[in-house]
């Protein structure tokens, strides 16, 4: 009976010290959590740590800023390149450290370099696609929906040369630009046509080249002028139609090149803008004359350069980004995503002025820096 009683005794302490174990263990799992996930008001934050991208811009595009990647985002988070989703899990497998990053994203592509690097990756969602190695520096990456992806480096005897590739990593095109000055680039979605915006300035007739090469016929292509306009960025719409965003205005193109509409900036100072998406260009300026001092205003329109909405903001807007319909807007220390007809559909307030964001497709979550962290809000 003793022998009985001290084996039920000791089974007790058994069961007593893993519990106690087990308790031990949750509490650290806990306390982990915790570090990591803090709520504030009724939103989620989710710390993934130290960002390191860069102020450079060219253009209206900031290197290393977050794309858009699907129903992820890419974004370069200490160093390293990485695509998350809203719940914060890494997809990416391989590490790709960059220290001065140009990334770009169209659907679930994104073509991720080191801008004076020699090496171009694609991206499908979390995996690697292809990498390659280029001959010159890079100075810009671009890709279309279905991953075919263009390349431009700086190369011995020319201001620029742009190599096409397949998402296999097969090189089906090269352009040389020797004579102008390369400012950007896109692919068509047909997977056909490579446009390009060059800057003329030397021969005292100041202005842009637009260039639209056909990847299939070398010999073929189209080309025409804008005096007075340095195009800074370009983008290819769906149905073969085109949007430059300019020093002067950002004009809208059909297919054929003809000019459908274009906006001024006359009198009005331009702070930033996103016209990477089919769906709408969102333009950022100085307040109204009369507003506040420090005021601006966000822009809405549509492919065709009609207004689909607008909102006025009391402080300065540092960075707009568009994913799917709606736009991540940092003014100060605030994340306000704005549906496409100028109506905020969620705000977010950080400690920190917010550098640069993005939202999640669905507008509910968005990817913020500020701080020197890079934190989901949800």
């Not at 890709?143 to 590739?165: C, H, L, Q």
């Not at 540092?318 to 991540?328: A, D, T």
Request: aromatic share 10%.
């Amino acid at each position: 009976m003793a022998k009985k009683i001290n084996k039920k005794v000791k089974d007790i302490a058994l069961t007593v010290v893993l519990g106690l174990v087990m308790l031990f263990f949750i509490m650290i799992a806990v306390f982990q959590i915790y570090e990591s996930v803090s709520i504030n008001d009724d939103s989620e934050r989710i710390v993934l740590g130290m960002n390191n991208t860069t102020d450079s811009a060219f253009g209206a595009t900031i290197k290393g800023s977050p794309v858009a990647v699907g129903d992820y985002v890419g974004i370069v988070s200490g160093g390293n390149f990485t695509v998350v989703d809203r719940g914060a899990n890494i997809l990416t497998e391989a590490n790709f450290m960059l220290s001065d990053p140009i990334l770009h994203a169209r659907g679930k592509y994104v073509v991720a370099a080191d801008y004076k690097g020699r090496t171009a990756r694609l991206y499908n969602g979390g995996e690697i696609e292809c990498e390659v190695e280029c001959e010159g520096r890079i100075i810009s990456v671009v890709t279309n929906a279905n991953g075919f992806f263009a390349v431009a480096t700086e190369e011995t005897g020319y201001n620029a040369v742009i190599n096409v590739y397949h998402k296999n990593g097969e090189g089906i095109y090269r352009y040389r630009i020797s004579d102008n000055t390369f400012i950007d680039m896109d692919i068509s979605a047909n997977n056909r046509k490579l446009i390009i915006i060059e800057a003329n300035v030397k021969s005292g007739v100041y202005g842009s080249n637009v260039v639209l090469a056909e990847f299939n016929r070398e010999d073929v292509k189209s080309e025409f002028f804008v005096e007075s306009n340095i195009y800074v960025g370009v983008h290819f719409n769906k149905n073969g139609s085109f949007v430059c965003l300019g020093n002067k205005s950002i004009d809208f193109y059909r297919s054929d090149c003809a000019l459908a509409g274009s906006i001024s900036f006359e009198n009005r100072v331009l702070k930033t803008a996103d016209i990477t998406t089919d769906d709408m260009v969102a333009l950022a300026f100085d307040g109204a004359e009369g507003a506040p001092v420090g005021s601006s205003v966000l822009e809405i329109y549509d492919k065709n350069g009609e207004m689909r909405g607008s909102i006025a903001f009391e402080d300065e807007i540092e960075h707009i980004s568009v994913n799917g319909g709606y736009i991540g807007v940092a003014h100060s220390d605030v994340l306000d995503i704005v549906k496409s007809n100028g109506k905020i559909k969620k705000s977010f307030e950080l400690a920190s002025p917010i550098k640069f964001a993005m939202p999640f497709p669905a507008g509910n979550a968005a990817m913020i820096f500020a701080g020197g962290n890079t934190t989901i809000v949800r």
